[in-house]
Each structure stands twice: as C-alpha cells, then as structure tokens.
C-alpha cells in the first residue's frame, strides 16, 4: 500500500480567514493527488486532480480562486482554503495512486475543517 | 446524467450473518469498479477491486460481483461482525486516468 498523512486532522477557524491543508504522500513520489470533500452522509466528491509541476484541474463548481491547490513536490500538495465561510465546513481528504490506470487509491486521515 | 446509487438507509444485521451491499450505475462504462470502507471520522480504506471482465471476486470473508450488463455490483461480508460495521462506497473509474466517482455509501451495522 501506500502511506498518505494529511495534517491537520482538524481546524476551526473564522469566517474570512484562510486555512491551508497539507496532503503527504510518505513512501512514494506521487505525479498526481486528488483532493475530495465530504459533506455530513453524503459522498466524496472530487473537488480537483493536483498535478506536480503545474496547474491543479478543477472540477465543474469548484472555485479555483477560493480552493488553492499547490503540488510544488512528488510528496506534498496543499489545499488552502481562501476567504472561508461556514458553508466551506466540510470533511476534506485528498488521495492518491500508485500509477495509472485501474489500481486502488490510498487516502489521507482527512480534515475536518469547521469555519465560524 | 450519470449515476452510482448505494442504498442510503442503513444496513442492520446479526452477528455471523452476511451482509450484502449493492452498487447501481447509469450511464457509466467502467473498466473496473472498487469498494472501500470508511470509518467515521476517518478517510476511505481500499477493500477490493474487480474489473469489467470478473464475473467474481474473494477476499477472505468479502466477496465482489460485478454484473455490466445489469450495471451492478455487489458486496458480500460473510460471517459478519461488529467490528465490520462501517460504511461501505463503491467507487467507479471515470475513463479519464485515475479519477474515481463514489456512490453514497451504505453503512452497515452488525449487532452482536
């Protein structure tokens, strides 16, 4: 498997202030993470696929200018929450893949993140 | 439009009996489909994965099948016990590298 640490495992923060997430691929370089948000009983839904090296591609609704994604290394992209509000609050976990094609996906512990 | 539909409501069954989750897709044609555990609080654990071409998968007490013509799979834990009760997300491949698309997850309660 693959050992993906995410940190910080949960933040509350106030409403207009910025949150980074930090998302670490540990035993192996990893080209590509996915970065996922889960509301209370609902599914994950992917928010956007963080590239090494270059621009992250965002899914359909998700805002980039709000949702920051930066991969600058094969083992650590960060998603930083820009201007939160509560409506941000949400479970946040990111993964990743050993290679490409049909092969399992290791996700982090996640962040719970809590905007007041 | 597409869909991966997990039953919402909550699975409850006795000790030693087996459970069974199914996975339901529309407007999908994965070449594979996997089925994760989630924990709450905690992010998906990979279980199993089965490709367009298994009928049938096994590990240890889980089973997986995946039928393509009646667009669905489903997920066996045999002998349950309480320390599988979780949720369970089926996950489909989108045809676009390694992006997965999750169903909405069943959770299963197994009652000593």
């Known amino acids: 498997g693959a050992v993906v640490s995410q940190h910080p495992s949960w933040v509350i923060c106030k409403s207009g202030t910025s949150v980074k997430i930090e998302c670490r691929s540990l035993d192996f370089q990893a080209t590509t993470m996915f970065w996922y948000r889960q509301f209370p009983k609902q599914s994950l839904m992917l928010m956007a696929t963080s590239n090494e090296g270059s621009k992250a591609t965002y899914e359909q609704g998700v805002e980039k200018d709000k949702f920051l994604i930066n991969h600058a290394s094969l083992t650590l992209s960060t998603l930083t929450v820009t201007s939160a509000h509560p409506e941000d609050s949400s479970f946040y976990i990111c993964?990743?893949?050993?290679?490409?094609?049909?092969?399992?996906?290791?996700f982090g512990q996640g962040t719970r993140l809590t905007v007041v | 439009s597409q869909k991966i539909e997990q039953n919402s409501e909550a699975l409850n069954i006795q000790e030693g009996k087996t459970a069974t989750l199914t996975c339901n897709y529309t407007?999908?044609?994965?070449?594979?489909l996997q089925w994760y555990r989630q924990d709450p609080g905690r992010g998906p654990v990979f279980l199993l994965l089965?490709?367009?071409?298994?009928k049938e998968k096994r590990k240890e007490r889980l089973k997986v099948t995946f039928d393509t013509t009646l667009k669905q799979s489903l997920f066996h834990i045999t002998a349950s016990q309480p320390a599988d009760s979780a949720t369970y997300l089926c996950a489909l491949d989108n045809n676009a590298g390694n992006m997965l698309t999750f169903g909405g997850g069943t959770r299963l309660m197994v009652k000593p």
């Open positions: 993964s990743v893949t050993k290679a490409t094609g049909n092969t399992e996906a290791f």
């Open positions: 407007n999908y044609s994965p070449a594979y």
């Open positions: 089965i490709r367009e071409n298994e």
